[in-house]
């Protein structure tokens, strides 16, 4: 048996752990999410202010836009949250508030996948010669960029409200049910019946999304094998480094968040690691934007160089 004193120094060692472990991943999160706001803000910046530039695409601008939106609304609603876990504040958000998160934090994760699918079909058919299938689609496609990113943008709000409004549901009723754990923040949990509907109405897009990224992908490696655009290929060599990051985070991150949701009470070291991976893709992405873009990396360039000579960006 050991003596009330051991047992004080034991516990104070134990605490003095997990208070280490978690300075230690505080800090990662607050580096990667700082990392990314700071490069998604700046390409933003970019391509708002300085995409008049001969020869680009106002289309694939377009895309990029609103996938650099949908990035910052993830690192937002990951990366801050657990930051601020991590140096124990987490009682910070109620169940309404930890609601509203997940909710924004989903919406932006589905608007990733389809502006990122979106991206590489728009590609693969701005590539395509004039002989091939795509033909009809060259003309037609970049009259329904628009429309198209906005009803993904309508389906992810409208399927992803059915959590709140659930909440919303059981507040009124007053009934008491077990909650789970994300890291940052538990709410109540869900019926199998709206989990399922729920999995319905997601799941059936995201097949459909990685199923087109996997074939416009697919397109692209054998145009540019075939045909040696010249012209095309540092754009679409940009684009195909930035998919397979993409379908490389968001395989990891959904196994990660498939396991979270098999269990009520969640490993930390589980709860953690998918949040990192469910930020890494909306962090790096923007640097391999800027580093395929010698526009991107050319005002990057001048922004630093402007403090210490203001006059260069009025010359750009």
Not at 39 to 54: A, C, I, K, M, R
Not at 73 to 90: D, E, H, N, S, W
Not at 271 to 280: D, F, H, Q, Y
Request: hydrophobic letters at 50%; charged letters at 15%.
């Amino acid at each position: 048996m050991f003596s009330a004193p051991q047992m004080i120094i034991a516990e104070n060692v134990l605490n003095d752990s997990v208070a280490s472990k978690d300075m230690e991943i505080g800090i990662i999160f607050l580096s990667q999410t700082t990392i990314g706001i700071l490069g998604n803000v700046s390409l933003l910046y970019h391509y708002l202010f300085f995409s008049h530039t001969e020869g680009r695409s106002r289309f694939r601008d377009l895309i990029l836009k609103h996938l650099i939106i949908a990035n910052s609304l993830v690192i937002l609603t990951t990366g801050v949250p657990q930051t601020l876990t991590a140096f124990r504040l987490k009682h910070l958000f109620n169940d309404f508030g930890c609601e509203l998160l997940l909710y924004v934090q989903r919406v932006g994760r589905g608007m990733s996948m389809g502006t990122t699918c979106f991206l590489s079909v728009f590609q693969t058919i701005t590539i395509s010669p004039m002989n091939s299938m795509w033909k009809n689609l060259k003309v037609k496609v970049p009259k329904y960029i628009g429309c198209s990113i906005l009803f993904c943008w309508i389906l992810y709000i409208l399927v992803n409200f059915i959590f709140p409004a659930y909440l919303f549901v059981k507040w009124s009723s007053k009934n008491i049910t077990k909650k789970r754990d994300f890291g940052s923040c538990s709410i109540l949990d869900h019926d199998k019946i709206l989990d399922s509907l729920y999995v319905a109405l997601l799941v059936f897009p995201e097949v459909l999304f990685s199923v087109l990224i996997i074939l416009s992908s697919s397109s692209m490696v054998f145009i540019l094998y075939r045909h040696k655009q010249q012209v095309q290929h540092i754009a679409t060599q940009r684009i195909l480094i930035l998919v397979s990051t993409f379908v490389s985070f968001h395989t990891l991150s959904s196994i990660f968040h498939a396991c979270i949701a098999q269990f009520y009470n969640t490993s930390w070291w589980l709860v953690n690691t998918a949040a990192l991976i469910s930020v890494c893709f909306p962090t790096v992405s923007p640097f391999v934007l800027m580093s395929r873009d010698s526009a991107v990396s050319r005002f990057c360039f001048l922004c630093m160089r402007s403090r210490k000579s203001p006059n260069l960006l009025r010359n750009m």
